[in-house]
């Protein structure tokens, strides 16, 4: 982790009123009743939705001092620096706040390809769903039929993984 | 709402293994113990995140069958036809499902110029968050000072929402 600054570890701006969240120039993030602030993270060079994580108070510190995303993984239950085990860090080029400040928006740059996909997919999002008129023959939502957006993998999540668990939960 | 197709109102695909959630063909959404989904919503031409969100159950059907963006509003507790009132209707070009199944990315064609946010901007995210190096003297997180990408609205939120409350909650 390179820390390129050295702000004291203490809280955001408390929220006060809708203009200051809305229309003023402080960081007042809201997290929610477990802690987290979901997070969009988004390929800086492409556009691409890369993930969708949640980031508490310390990882949303954590990546404003250094420039890398850090999550709050739910599954494991801990502080997450992206890349740690896999090597895809994700640097941050760009980090927005939403009007309510209840969200955020990460732009990134990643090694390798941009992959970011535990899976091996270069974006979580590979596939999509069909709407309205190219439901085509679909009767039922569960016969609806999910189209592949990328045809290869980027990287082979069991040699970038090994044997950590797989973080999807049914 | 213009009902392009007639989808039985049933539920979507059972998630049964983990194997059929990320390498599958089925639509097998994870709802949250709230029944929410949260949504990511980008532009379909610039690729800028216009709106993060939620859906429930019906709200994704809904979004599915008639190919315009609906949302579980939590503020209001009510389904959410958006752009009901204020004319911005979001039409779906593409619509995505994440590795786990847990999150959707939709990306959509707005009137008016793409605007999305309630406060009157394009985009909800406009104001950025330096990180690292571009953090200068700030010594505190509360001493952060956002930086506007907007320079101006794109439209008068009094004009088009009216007297309605706003949804910001602090």
């Known amino acids: 982790m390179h820390c390129m600054s ?9 929220r006060k009123s ?14 929610d009743a477990h802690g987290l602030i979901p997070v969009v993270c988004t390929d800086f060079a492409s556009g691409e939705l890369l993930m969708h994580g949640y980031m508490n108070e310390e990882a949303l510190r954590k990546t404003i ?18 890349g740690a085990t896999s090597g895809l860090v994700q640097k941050i080029k760009e980090l927005r706040i939403d009007d309510d400040q209840d969200c955020v928006w990460i732009r990134v740059e990643v090694s390798l390809s941009g992959a970011s996909c535990h899976v091996g997919y270069r974006s979580c999002f590979y596939r999509a769903v069909p709407v309205a008129e190219n439901l085509g023959t679909s009767k039922k939502f569960s016969e609806i039929k999910l189209k592949y ?14 044997d950590a668990p797989n973080p999807t939960q049914l």
């Open 149 to 162: 957006l990328e045809q290869e993998k980027t990287f082979d999540p069991k040699l970038v993984y090994g």
């Open 18 to 31: 809708i203009e200051q969240v809305e229309e003023g120039y402080e960081l007042a993030p809201k997290f």
């Open 65 to 82: 001092e250094t420039g890398e995303a850090h999550y709050y993984s739910r599954s494991r239950k801990v502080l997450w620096h992206k």
């Open 6 to 14: 050295s702000l004291e570890p203490n809280s955001f701006a408390e």
